[in-house]
DNA sequence: CTGTTAGCGCATTCAA
DNA sequence: TTGAATGCGCTAACAG
């Protein structure tokens, strides 16, 4: 019956289809716990989202679960809430649970686990796989335009928490763009925010110091579209015009940006193709072990008023 | 080692912490999948999610994860991305997993499919649990706020597809109050549309039929910000202004609405209570059979400048 | 091609 | 108190 069911060649054609109707009739349904006890493989993959808050993290969520899907894997998310603890907790359920791999937005699980793991919106840690922006090349977008179109020299510029991949990128790339333009950033025009998730407010807070300066920024540059929004709520309260008075652009397009008071020029991606390429990676990783690699996903400048443009 | 390891009163103290002893120095770690076999029960629930881009869906989805999470059981989510298919699949893939019950937000799984349920944002087609949204309150809020705080009397209404449990409950709700108020609603002031995920197009639509009608409107209600994003888009591709020349209000507050121009006067709730709210209805469901409740979560009006305020 | 058999790791029942 | 035997539903290896 066995062979029958999962088409072995072994078996008469004949036998087969009267196998398989019975078992329709009787409503059978293969039952995976006992195959997965046996042949002590699961049809689970993990993956361990740092919120459920951004709204990149659905698109992300989806493209992965799609991937597998297709690879006849079940995700098991879970949800870190940027805690580490709760990290640790969470790839340990995973463990637990025998998931064949990995999804992990981690910026510090460096024990190789013995799993197969690919990270996204983070550098592996160890060997593995990585799925991430293209940082540098967003960077460069967004400052480029700032320099060349509109002509500042005065650019601020407001980072996530140092330690993470893209922070790090995002930083780095900002001073190298600004140092090929012969322009020296003094240190007080960088910002490293502690908070991600929905904390705006450290944005205002942040432009509130910018603009306390002798000689303020004329433009101010967002690692996150979460800043993005605490910059012009800071810069709304000053009674600040944007673009006029100062120029806000950003890595991130956050949904309705073109409605915004004024329309937000930012960097867009597809999250979907995140989740998707990680998927993909580790797929590859489950079917046969190799060289894991790191695939950087494209992103877009989208021009609007907030820049200055228009 | 069984008795010992769960706790068995059966079992000598020290016995006991000989075992468990060692257990942890060989890293032992009970196999659920066994177990499971075993009992012929599971550690995992399922939950089905329309889809994964409106960005109250993340916070439903976390809320219901933490509580299930206290209840010991492990989240199995999935997307039917608004295909009933897809929505069957979904189902009877998570029954093919053994799910111990199941979170839906279905428009039709009216087969009692003989696991506990619980519906969100849509009613329990059976005599199943549900958490529903206080729709004809928060539509009475909204209308009323335009119908007295501002007097309009041409008030439009941008719902969602029919059939939907919210869709019929918001539109029932602003036909009453208007008729409560002694006003007749035109039929062309209501426009259903099919559509609800990220096609504010829909709205964008709407607004120009409604625009071109002899007598428009003064004022649109809609049954989501995403509509909402819609006919602001279309408002201001036919040049009007908001408030002055149409006020706005919509059911839903998206993010960065105080940033919009003009802010958004919207209905406003937390989208986790519903996935706490849902998860601890099917906990007490799984616990111990009984008659399943409707809950309902509250929303609140957030007055800023679309409406005509400020 | 088809039938039989022995585990997978755990829970449970029955003896000791 | 503890040990041993049985079976959950399925896979895999081995005879027929």
């Given at each position: 019956v066995w062979r029958a069911l999962r088409g072995s060649p072994l078996v008469r054609e004949e036998t087969r289809r009267r196998i398989v109707e019975t078992a329709r009739?009787?409503?059978?349904?293969?039952?995976?716990?006992?195959?997965?006890?046996?042949?002590?493989?699961?049809p689970f993959v993990g993956m361990v989202v740092p919120d459920m808050y951004h709204p990149?993290?659905?698109?992300?969520?989806?493209?992965?679960?799609?991937?597998?899907e297709q690879g006849g894997y079940q995700l098991l998310l879970m949800n870190s809430k940027r805690q580490q603890e709760r990290q640790l907790?969470?790839?340990?359920?995973?463990?637990?649970?025998?998931?064949?791999?990995?999804?992990?937005?981690?910026?510090?699980?460096?024990?190789?686990?013995?799993?197969?793991v690919v990270y996204f919106d983070c550098a592996a840690p160890g060997g593995d796989g990585a799925v991430l922006l293209a940082n540098r090349e967003g960077v460069e977008l967004l400052v480029g335009h700032l320099l060349e179109v509109h002509g500042h020299t005065r650019i601020a510029y407001l980072g996530g928490p140092a330690g993470l991949t893209s922070s790090d990128e995002r930083l780095a790339a900002f001073q190298?763009?600004?140092?090929?333009?012969?322009?020296?950033?003094?240190?007080?025009?960088?910002?490293?925010?502690?908070?991600?998730?929905?904390?705006a407010a450290s944005g205002e807070r942040a432009v509130a110091e910018l603009l306390a300066l002798p000689t303020p920024p004329t433009a101010i540059v967002t690692a996150t579209d979460v800043l993005a929004?605490?910059?012009?709520?800071?810069?709304?309260?000053?009674?600040?015009r944007v673009p006029e008075d100062v120029a806000v652009v950003s890595f991130?397009?956050?949904?309705?940006?073109?409605?915004?008071?004024?329309?937000?020029?930012?960097?867009?991606?597809?999250?979907?193709?995140?989740?998707?390429?990680?998927?993909?990676?580790?797929?590859?990783q489950l079917e046969r072990p190799h060289e894991p690699e790191e695939v950087r996903i494209p992103v877009e400048l989208l021009v609007r008023r907030s820049c200055g443009c228009g």
């Open positions: 009739e009787l409503g059978f349904e293969s039952n995976w716990i006992a195959r997965s006890l046996s042949t002590r493989s699961s990149t993290n659905g698109p992300i969520i989806e493209g992965a679960q799609d991937v597998f907790a969470a790839v340990s359920n995973l463990r637990a649970h025998r998931v064949a791999g990995l999804l992990l937005a981690a910026w510090n699980t460096h024990e190789p686990c013995g799993l197969p190298a763009t600004l140092s090929r333009a012969w322009l020296a950033v003094p240190p007080e025009y960088i910002r490293m925010q502690d908070a991600l998730m929905w904390d929004a605490g910059v012009l709520r800071g810069l709304l309260a000053a009674g600040k991130n397009d956050p949904p309705l940006s073109d409605l915004l008071d004024p329309p937000l020029t930012a960097l867009s991606f597809s999250p979907r193709q995140i989740g998707e390429q990680a998927a993909r990676l580790l797929l590859e």
